[in-house]
């Protein structure tokens, strides 16, 4: 079912992003993703350099090593090529004082099939 397609890509797109792994972050992405996040600073980014920075960073990435969970998921078919996604995702970190700390993110992503395979084509991010 496409709903739950969606949603388990998702979870593997945000993973890969934990986890510094490029690789899957560019296999699950088109080229020409479209963004719209707080780093951007109100500007909408376009194409991979922009993220590709972060994951450079390995474990120093604010993203890196943390624990996500994507809250009330809720999937919306755009026809039988397109989805959009929105849900809640909460991080959870440990900081340097050893002291646990969750925050949350409002996201919207969409999805496209491009030849035959879904591709996260833009998203937003608050």
């Not at 963004?35 to 890196?64: I, N, R, T």
């Amino acid at each position: 079912m496409p709903l739950t397609e969606i949603i388990d890509l998702t979870r593997r797109l945000v993973e890969s992003i934990t986890h510094c792994d490029w690789q899957t972050y560019t296999d699950l992405c088109a080229e020409d993703l479209t963004a719209y996040e707080p780093e951007a600073q109100g500007y909408l980014v376009q194409g991979m350099g922009f993220h590709k920075h972060y994951f450079d960073m390995q474990d120093e990435s604010p993203y890196a090593n943390v624990t996500t969970t994507l809250s009330s998921p809720s999937v919306r078919m755009l026809g039988t090529d397109a989805a959009l996604i929105a849900y809640i995702r909460l991080t959870q970190r440990v900081g340097s004082d050893g002291k646990s700390t969750t925050s949350s993110t409002q996201e919207t992503r969409i999805w496209q099939r491009i030849d035959g395979r879904w591709k996260h084509v833009h998203f937003h991010r608050t």
